[in-house]
């Protein structure tokens, strides 16, 4: 077999979407995919997205030696143009055999306007998978009505449902969390409610149950069938009814300190702020990286209000310094958000009979609600 960087130029390369809405461990997903592509000799290429800057996704990617574009400030479907660009510049570095892409978490409608217009305009460039979409199930039972538990409103529910139609790949995530009658449960659902998806069943974090699906997105191609359809303003609203916080910190310390202890007490005093203000908390990501460690971070993960976070990746040793990204989305006003973070901040301001043991200065902050998605196409088959 030719080295992967010696790929002719007009060899067609694999083109791999993994949705799923937001805290459902796409990005955990998309990097044991890409290993597993690696691991067959394959070059891979990932392209992170959302609809802010400053990501923990793209940052985790990175720290585990993968070649990532980021496109931020709007989903894959209206920067259609800067998706094409990023597959572009990874090709022109390190020329993949396979793309792996991550869409926003709160995007869908993404077989009408990215698949088929990838397909339709590049066709020669790339063969596309089965549109996968990654599941929760504590998330997933709740709005299907089979667990009880914190919920969002009608048009955010709305958001999800349509991402879970359009799926030819169902992936039940996190089933390391679940019992077993809960977890047939679910499935159970599912393909009644979806009989022309494909499920499957795994465990990213824990990397289980991967192989069904892996063989499927590196052998099969994506079906031409009818667009889903979807009223435009309704998904707009749900959208909008998301807030965005994303935060790039410094961090210093007088003396060395435990990060990882650290930054679950951030997480989980954050949790109860956001708890308090009714903040329907879709994710909230954070990583510390200290300063002078080889692609070494930290990464707490809370999905649910009423879960305690969660320590993903662990620091190996104490730290002084290092930088701290905070990626928050919850269905509440931007301000809400602002507000506990920076109430949260504050309180960290001063320990020890006010001598700080550790500060936090802001490098970038932006909270927002996303905009109404404008698709740059949107075609069905045949168009």
Same mark, same amino acid.
């Given at each position: 077999m030719a080295e992967a960087g010696d790929r002719p130029m007009k060899q067609t390369a694999r083109y791999v979407m993994i949705g799923g809405f937001l805290g459902a461990g796409k990005s955990t997903s998309v990097a044991r995919l890409a290993q597993r592509f690696t691991d067959q000799g394959l070059k891979v290429g990932l392209i992170t997205n959302d609809q802010g800057s400053n990501l923990v996704d793209t940052q985790t990617l990175r720290s585990r030696g993968f070649a990532v574009e980021e496109i931020a400030g709007g989903c894959f479907c209206c920067r259609f143009d800067s998706l094409s660009t990023a597959a572009r510049k990874l090709d022109e570095a390190s020329r993949p055999d396979v793309f792996l892409a991550e869409p926003v978490g709160s995007c869908t409608d993404l077989v009408a306007t990215v698949s088929y217009p990838l397909r339709r305009l590049y066709g020669d460039d790339f063969t596309i998978a089965p549109l996968s979409v990654v599941i929760d199930p504590i998330?997933?039972? /709740?709005?299907?009505?089979? @667990?009880?538990?914190?919920?969002?409103?009608?048009?955010? *529910?709305?958001?999800? =449902?349509?991402? =879970?139609?359009?799926?030819?790949? =169902?992936?039940?995530?996190?089933?390391?969390?679940? +019992?077993? *009658?809960? /977890?047939? /449960?679910?499935? @159970? +659902?599912?393909?009644? /409610?979806?009989?022309?998806a494909t499920i499957v069943e795994v465990s990213a974090r824990e990397n289980l149950g991967l192989d069904p699906w892996f063989q499927q997105l590196a052998s099969n191609e994506s079906a031409q069938r009818a667009t889903m359809d979807i009223d435009y303003t309704t998904y707009g609203e749900g959208e909008a009814l998301l807030g965005w916080l994303n935060a790039t910190l410094r961090l210093s310390s007088q003396k060395e300190m435990d990060g990882n202890d650290w930054l679950a007490a951030l997480a989980s005093s954050l @949790?109860?702020?956001?708890?308090?203000?009714? +903040?329907?908390?879709?994710?909230?990501k954070m990583t510390l990286s200290p300063d002078g460690g080889l692609n070494e971070l930290g990464l707490v993960n809370l999905v649910h209000l009423d879960f305690v976070p969660e320590t993903a990746e662990r620091l190996r040793d104490p730290l002084r310094s290092g930088q701290l990204i905070v990626n928050l989305r919850a269905e509440a006003a931007p301000d809400t958000l602002r507000a506990c973070f920076e109430a949260e901040l504050a309180s960290r301001g001063s320990q020890d009979g006010g001598a700080p043991s550790a500060r936090l200065q802001v490098e970038h902050l932006e909270c927002f609600r996303p905009g109404q998605p404008t698709p740059t196409h949107r075609m069905t088959v045949g168009s």
């Open positions: 998330r997933a039972s /709740r709005i299907l009505g089979l @667990r009880d538990g914190r919920k969002f409103s009608d048009k955010v *529910t709305y958001v999800y =449902l349509k991402q =879970l139609e359009e799926a030819e790949i =169902l992936v039940i995530n996190k089933v390391d969390l679940l +019992a077993e *009658t809960d /977890r047939h /449960r679910l499935h @159970r +659902a599912l393909a009644e /409610r979806y009989p022309e @949790r109860d702020r956001l708890l308090a203000a009714d +903040a329907e908390v879709a994710h909230l």
